[in-house]
């Protein structure tokens, strides 16, 4: 069976978005590396186009669409950092983008997105189907839906962000992602074991978004209540069923962390790494910190993102 995404699309995607999406740091800190018990590499997507890893699958995604689409114009639905991947992405494409957005996204990613000229539809993400809603929403309209991860050109996209974290260091032995719907691990894990067919990719939940976990356990995919967590970005109740295809194959392991973990983990990133960090873009160093990944040799991490209010922010490392 083919695979839905190969190296060689994530390798096109990154040639698609050379000189568009950022090529994001990596940074060490030897308190990390103490506190661990390896070293670990630092992947800051937090620093990347839209404050998060999402703008490299909605630029891909997007660039691929036919001129005739892109002048009827894009539509998306969204938790926060994908709305405003597909208005950017829109807007360097000369398009326009309708964005489906829960009521209760932090104001920040709001304005944001609204920032970027999208239109904004909001719903009740604890009583509406957003993906029915979003499908409706593009047919009536007749624009092209990019979904936030089931989608080959989003997932490929994503999986940039490790395909450079591995070129810029030398042999990772580990690679810890968040997982929400599953996109970034699912493009991340095909690069990893495709240029490193030894490494250990480990995905990271909230505890109480815990859908993929189970699903990896039952051997399909589980639907949970929809999560309350402060990591709002990873606040997916079941896993997608492309990236669980994948996921499937290529994670090895799931861990879990308590908000409590991810806001102590928001704390040693401002403190040390010098770097603001969302609650999901957190819960990666969140496992790490608090030793839920056992970890040795060459382990890296990539923050997700860091779209959050400095009210919030501040609300939140302030325990």
């Given at each position: 069976m083919t695979a839905p995404v190969t190296i060689d699309d994530i390798r096109d995607a990154a040639a698609q978005l050379a000189g568009v999406a950022h090529r994001t740091p990596v940074v060490r800190s030897r308190t990390l590396d103490e506190l661990v018990g390896a070293e670990v590499f630092v992947k800051c997507e937090n620093l990347q186009r839209v404050g998060a890893?999402?703008?490299r699958g909605a630029y891909n995604a997007a660039s691929r669409l036919s001129p005739e689409q892109l002048a009827k114009g894009i539509a998306a639905y969204s938790s926060g950092n994908h709305a405003q991947a597909v208005a950017l992405a829109a807007r360097e494409l000369g398009s326009s983008a309708v964005i489906l957005i829960p009521e209760d996204t932090p104001q920040s990613k709001k304005d944001a997105t609204a920032g970027?000229?999208?239109e904004i539809v909001t719903y009740d993400r604890y009583t509406g189907d957003r993906v029915a809603i979003g499908e409706a929403l593009a047919a009536d309209r007749g624009l092209a839906l990019i979904p936030p991860y089931e989608h080959p050109h989003v997932i490929a996209g994503q999986g940039t962000a490790a395909l450079e974290l591995l070129e810029d260091t030398e042999s990772l032995d580990?690679?810890?992602?968040?997982?929400?719907?599953?996109g970034l691990i699912a493009g991340s894990s095909t690069a990893a074991k495709a240029v490193r067919p030894g490494i250990r990719v480990v995905g990271v939940e909230p505890a109480a978004g815990d859908d993929t976990k189970r699903s990896?356990?039952?051997?399909?995919r589980v639907s949970i209540p929809v999560p309350r967590t402060i990591a709002d970005g990873q606040a997916a109740s079941v896993p997608g069923e492309?990236?669980?295809?994948?996921?499937?194959?290529?994670v090895d392991d799931i861990a879990l962390v308590t908000d409590e973990q991810v806001r102590d983990a928001m704390r040693f990133a401002f403190e040390r790494l010098k770097l603001v960090i969302e609650p999901s873009g957190a819960t990666g160093l969140?496992?790490?910190?608090?030793?839920q990944i056992p970890a040795s040799g060459q382990v890296g991490v990539i923050i997700s993102g860091g779209n959050v209010s400095p009210e919030r922010f501040a609300e939140l490392i302030a325990g």
């Amino acid at each position: 069976m083919t695979a839905p995404v190969t190296i060689d699309d994530i390798r096109d995607a990154a040639a698609q978005l050379a000189g568009v999406a950022h090529r994001t740091p990596v940074v060490r800190s030897r308190t990390l590396d103490e506190l661990v018990g390896a070293e670990v590499f630092v992947k800051c997507e937090n620093l990347q186009r839209v404050g998060a890893f999402k703008f490299r699958g909605a630029y891909n995604a997007a660039s691929r669409l036919s001129p005739e689409q892109l002048a009827k114009g894009i539509a998306a639905y969204s938790s926060g950092n994908h709305a405003q991947a597909v208005a950017l992405a829109a807007r360097e494409l000369g398009s326009s983008a309708v964005i489906l957005i829960p009521e209760d996204t932090p104001q920040s990613k709001k304005d944001a997105t609204a920032g970027y000229g999208a239109e904004i539809v909001t719903y009740d993400r604890y009583t509406g189907d957003r993906v029915a809603i979003g499908e409706a929403l593009a047919a009536d309209r007749g624009l092209a839906l990019i979904p936030p991860y089931e989608h080959p050109h989003v997932i490929a996209g994503q999986g940039t962000a490790a395909l450079e974290l591995l070129e810029d260091t030398e042999s990772l032995d580990t690679l810890v992602v968040p997982v929400g719907g599953g996109g970034l691990i699912a493009g991340s894990s095909t690069a990893a074991k495709a240029v490193r067919p030894g490494i250990r990719v480990v995905g990271v939940e909230p505890a109480a978004g815990d859908d993929t976990k189970r699903s990896l356990e039952a051997g399909e995919r589980v639907s949970i209540p929809v999560p309350r967590t402060i990591a709002d970005g990873q606040a997916a109740s079941v896993p997608g069923e492309l990236t669980f295809s994948i996921n499937r194959r290529l994670v090895d392991d799931i861990a879990l962390v308590t908000d409590e973990q991810v806001r102590d983990a928001m704390r040693f990133a401002f403190e040390r790494l010098k770097l603001v960090i969302e609650p999901s873009g957190a819960t990666g160093l969140a496992a790490l910190l608090s030793g839920q990944i056992p970890a040795s040799g060459q382990v890296g991490v990539i923050i997700s993102g860091g779209n959050v209010s400095p009210e919030r922010f501040a609300e939140l490392i302030a325990g």
